[in-house]
């Protein structure tokens, strides 16, 4: 595996070097063409480039790999040589098994990198570029990736302040579709929250400012209305989320007038998002019942208890990657030809010297000799049957097909991986 | 045989509050799974108990103090895995599966030879009344726990201290709904076993309501439900309130269905009780 990534190389090389969709699967077949891989696989992604790949002379399969992207690029080896990593047999199992489960993101946790490994995957196989390694290699990544996913809460848990809305929106209303979010005020952060909010089904957004014309930009954004911002305490008989970042240096919402509003509201609850600075809305809004205010500290304390909580959960991911590596290396080197074929022979051996005996033990008059030539015969028998497949498979192991056929061999005549 | 069933229900109930205490405080997948697989095996178990006992004694088995506590449980496990089947809400089972399990721990402690019906309770009106009453009861008992983790939710979300036990509890709303259902659900039951109990005293005691302390305290927690369904109809209380009513009406469903039998003398007590 030869890569780069977020930590080893900066932005302008990795804006450089990158594979873009449409022309992957010629990059994959050209990269299929270098002579000493026998495998390949290309991850593209905004914070990393990897390329995997089988091959049977690791030496020159870096050197080629390296050389191809030098040239898919139009680049000079020596540009970006210093940022490559390359990685090669366990090490690369780890790797992958800790891409997978985002363990080696830049947020860990986040989700995306999962479905980008499944599509770089699916692109190559579908150019016929993976084999029986890689195949086998990336079924393990995801199923890896599952188990982290299920059996550690790492990607649980939201890092950004406008996620963490959303999520504490959800623990107070248990789903979003068909709440309504009243914006006062029309900054940056109020319409990133927004966005996260509506992504989660918020379906009416009203906005309301000083100045009319951003509430009515903002409102035409999210297919909104705008109301003047004299009338938004009105509206706050109709909402459920209230986003709020005003400039006003006063606070523009107090207990009084919530606790009457949620009165009116007949105790339907409300969430204020105070994300100004300095606050609109008084703290001691919070204590009235089925009202829940959280201002920007608020967000970003719960966002960095989270970040904490990931990065134990980190701990205990990296815990069941490395036992999975372990699986996975056993079943690697049960792939070599030639343990296959000493079980196969010795599985053999155990058939005809079982089967022999019962036949001698059946016909006790048997004299010394006709024992022997029975003996021979059977050898000779397993022998001849053996010596084509046996043939076959030392001629294959050199090929890209080689650990399909031993695997095939083994399921054939039931071999026990040890 | 029902006594061998009580037990086997018994160990898979200890065993499914175990898994399911493990779930809220780890979050592991597994641990809900396996509460979920113990609990019901342990309701089917129950299910064979119940029935057993109905063949051995002959009577719906809800005459001493070991068999109503029993059935109980039973009622309230069994509303539970419909919930959670309605639901998808598996960490609920932390705060039901302890509940049914300390029922049925102190039915064992209680003798559980089968008696020979009373007289006076010779009637098909037994398993009728008996049914919708502890069927109401058992309602309340998931407003209740339902209540008890509205309250703890409320109080993190409220105190901003959003954890991994925060994540792991369900919403307000949804705690909210279910406090809700429950009431619409529970009320009614109680109603019909108050309503079918006074028709049978009328029978059985002539006359249909004569203030014996289980009556009085059935009235009681009937208002309490009552007041608490007014007020969420037309005032629109939910949430706390509404999360802390549950929680004073169930104590009022215990304390009229044990309370009563324990300290107070009256027309419902009978032998085979607290001996």
Known sequence: MIGLNHRTAPLEIREKISFPEEGLVRCLETLQDLSSLTEGLILSTCNRVEIYAATRDPERGVEEIKGFLAQQHHLHLLEFESTLYALQGEEVVRHIFRVASSLDSMVVGEPQILGQLKEAYRTARTTRTTGTLLNRLLHRAFSVAKRVRTETSIGDRAVSVSFVAVELAKKIFGHLEGREVLIIGAGEMCELAAQHLVRGGVKGVTVTNRTWERAMGLAEKFNGEAIPFAEFPNSLLRVDIVISSTSSPDYILRKKEVSKTIRERKNRPLFFIDIAVPRDIDPQVNSVDNVYLYDIDDLQEVAETNIKGRQQEAQRAEEIVATEMEKFCRWYQSLEVVPTIVSLRERLEKIRKRELEKTLSSIPQLSEKERMALEALTVAIVKKILHSPITFLKETSQDSEGELYVDVVKKLFKLKEE | ?275
């Open chain 2, 1 to 275: 045989m029902n006594i061998l069933f009580f037990k086997i229900t018994l160990a898979l109930y200890l065993g499914g509050t175990i898994a399911y205490l493990i779930y809220l405080l780890s979050s592991q997948e597994r641990a809900a799974w396996a509460g979920r697989l113990l609990l019901g095996l342990g309701f089917v178990s129950h299910c064979l108990t119940l029935v057993m006992r109905y063949i051995e004694a002959g009577h719906t088995p809800v005459v001493n103090l070991h068999e109503s506590l029993s059935f109980f449980a039973w009622a309230i496990v069994g509303f539970f895995l419909l919930l959670r089947y309605r639901y998808r809400m598996d960490v609920l089972g932390a705060f039901i599966s302890p509940l049914a399990l300390l029922l049925v721990i102190w039915a064992a402690t209680l003798p559980k030879e089968i008696l020979p019906l009373p007289p006076s309770l010779r009637s098909y009106w037994l398993p009728i009344h008996v049914t919708f009453a502890f069927l109401g009861d058992a309602i309340f008992a998931l407003a209740f726990c339902a209540g008890v983790t509205y309250l703890i939710q409320e109080r993190l979300v409220k105190s901003k201290r959003i954890g991994p036990l925060s994540q792991r509890l369900p919403s307000l709303e949804v705690l909210d709904e279910i406090n809700y259902r429950s009431l619409t659900i529970g009320f009614p039951l109680l109603t019909v076993g108050i309503i079918t109990g006074a028709i049978w005293a009328e029978y059985a005691w002539g006359s249909y309501w004569s203030w014996d302390p289980k009556e009085t305290w059935s009235l009681i927690t009937w208002l309490l439900y009552a007041a608490l369904l007014h007020q969420r109809l037309t005032v629109g209380w939910r949430g706390k309130k509404a999360a802390i009513m549950a929680i004073v009406g169930f104590g009022a469903v215990l304390f009229t269905f044990l309370g009563v039998n324990l300290l107070l003398e009256g027309l419902h007590s009978y032998d085979g009780w607290f001996r």
